[in-house]
């Protein structure tokens, strides 16, 4: 865990075919913990459409964004969505990111079929989990030789946190705000969001 008092800030990449409700929540709720968020498309693009058809605006080109300010993110998180993570994985400047974060231990977070994106840049390492049925292609695209999928919501493994899919998301951004805040912190934010509601019940008329 990375919880101190320095302002952390964490890249979200866009690309055409991301997963709405996974890029939404975690800009959302990082932002909500006070986690600084950098918004970057992939492609020069000013807008990026989701899944299911919702339009996303990217603030910044990741492309032209500076070297000095990458250095300086705590980290990366990726949304998923099976189209955008095919654009992610062809963009050569995500790979180059998730390499040198990997390599100064960086936080590296993906969600739903973005863990691929981490085995085809060779950084996917030990325990994870993805959106079920994709852990093959996580198998068949890494050279790591202790890749351990685990069926389960959310997992966090040394500097890497992995999650299964839309339902997770905002459990996913959590356990970013945990990592990189405190459990503390992560908690406030949770019940500030009211999700330790129990469900509603359903009467009939």
Do not use: W
């Amino acid at each position: 865990m990375q919880a101190t008092d320095q302002v952390k800030s964490i890249l979200v990449p866009l690309a055409d075919g991301f997963e709405e409700i996974e890029c939404v929540s975690v800009v959302d709720i990082l932002r909500r913990s006070g986690i600084e968020v950098l918004l970057a498309g992939v492609s020069g693009a000013r807008a990026y459409k989701g899944a299911h058809d919702i339009e996303i605006f990217a603030p910044h080109d990741l492309a032209k964004v500076d070297s000095s300010v990458l250095d300086r993110l705590s980290g990366i998180a990726l949304p998923g969505g099976l189209r955008g993570m095919e654009n992610l994985s062809a963009s050569a400047e995500i790979r180059a990111i998730l390499q040198s974060f990997a390599k100064a231990k960086k936080l590296i977070a993906a969600i739903c079929a973005a863990p691929i994106v981490l085995a085809r840049a060779n950084v996917l390492q030990g325990y994870f989990t993805c959106y079920p049925g994709c852990e093959s292609s996580c198998y068949e695209s890494s050279k790591a030789p202790n890749l351990r999928y685990q069926q389960t919501s959310v997992l966090t493994h040394d500097s890497q946190i992995t999650a299964s899919g839309p339902a997770s998301a905002p459990f996913f951004a959590l356990e970013i705000v945990c990592y990189l805040l405190g459990s503390d912190r992560a908690q406030e934010v949770k019940k500030e969001m009211l999700l330790d509601m129990p469900p509603s019940n359903s009467y009939a008329i």
